[in-house]
């Protein structure tokens, strides 16, 4: 079973940047789509970014121009530069793949705050 583990949240000011990786237990990436979700406190967990194993990226609506997903496939992970960050960008963060084929991991908290 592949299991992902999420790092690189923390705290962080409005108009902040982060960069949150992701890895796997097993080769996925290469092979499945993979994307990064984040689930705002409460509120449903919704899609951020998604790139494809041919390097297709897609962004929501609310992060497009801010966000840049990137993945590593010889690591096995994959990135997550945020940059321009405020408050709704605020929850917690995780990696799968697209659409969800693994359990979810921990996860990591991002909190953008003054």
């Known amino acids: ?31 499945y789509a993979m994307a990064w979700y984040r689930q705002a406190p409460g509120k449903q967990r919704e899609l951020v970014a998604v790139i494809t194993n041919r390097g297709n990226i897609n962004y929501a609506t609310s992060v497009k121009g801010r966000f840049t997903i990137s993945g590593d496939n010889a690591k096995n992970a994959m990135y997550l530069q945020m940059n321009s960050l405020n408050a709704e960008d605020t929850g917690v963060y995780y990696c799968n793949t697209s659409p969800q084929l693994v359990p979810w991991g921990q996860g990591t908290q991002v909190t953008v705050s003054s």
Do not use: D, N, R
């Open 1 to 31: 079973q592949v299991q992902f583990a999420e790092s690189g949240g923390g705290l962080v000011q409005p108009g902040g940047s982060l960069t949150l990786s992701c890895t796997a237990s097993k080769t996925v990436f290469s092979i």
